[in-house]
């Protein structure tokens, strides 16, 4: 997860961005040990199932080639985290293409210094090699994978001359919640050990 400042919300250049003290891969790797289920992280080029960011599109091909993999590593279910790159209208800015985070916290100098968003811009599929069924997990979170939320806090966020986060509630607010997002995302797919 990532922090960052920038003048205005569409044509994002970041004035400074940092990283902050979370990565999902850690929290992932607890909650599966936490629930005892064996697992493995595996690395996959994404774009040859470019069609995977509509599940309303996904043809045969896909699942043909989710479950040769899941066949070759010997995986029943398959946890997918898949950056994005097709987007609806609504994201029509420079918003996920000129910064180093797939997730971030960010303030912008023309909004109220008590105001923050938060951005992510990937999405969790869950395969299961079985049923060769993919879906995504429900978007009932207050902090929602593929989204974008503004937040206002009663003290100001970032200093207006470094541009630094200063407000530590803002980051302990969004990372509970980002937490909990991920955690009912892969509590939903009811994976077995």
């Known amino acids: 997860m990532g922090y960052f400042n920038s ?14 003290d979370f990565n999902i ?27 995977l960011n509509d599940l309303r599109r996904i043809d045969k091909s896909i699942i043909d080639t989710l479950s040769n993999f899941c066949t070759n590593n010997s995986i029943q279910d398959l946890i997918i985290f898949r950056k994005l790159t097709h987007y609806d209208p609504f994201y029509a800015t420079d918003l996920f293409f000129y ?21 992510s811009n990937f999405r969790i599929y869950h395969f299961n090699n079985l049923t060769k069924e993919l879906i995504i997990p429900p978007t009932n979170n207050k902090v929602n994978l593929n989204t974008l939320q503004l937040e206002k806090f009663e003290n100001p966020v970032y200093d207006l001359d470094s541009k630094k986060l200063i407000n530590s509630k803002v980051s302990d607010y969004y990372i509970t919640e980002f937490k909990n997002t991920i955690t009912n995302a892969l509590k939903s797919f009811k994976l077995k050990s």
Do not use: M, P, V, W
Not at 7 to 19: G, H, R, T, V
């Open 25 to 51: 891969k850690d929290l992932t790797e607890k909650l599966l040990t936490a629930e005892q289920i064996n697992h493995k992280f595996l690395e996959y080029d994404f774009a040859n199932i470019e069609k």
């Open 99 to 119: 910064t180093e985070h797939n997730f971030s916290i960010f303030t912008i100098n023309s909004y109220s210094a008590n105001k923050a968003f938060f951005f």
């Open 7 to 20: 003048d205005k919300l569409s044509k994002i250049k970041a004035n400074i961005e940092y990283s902050l």
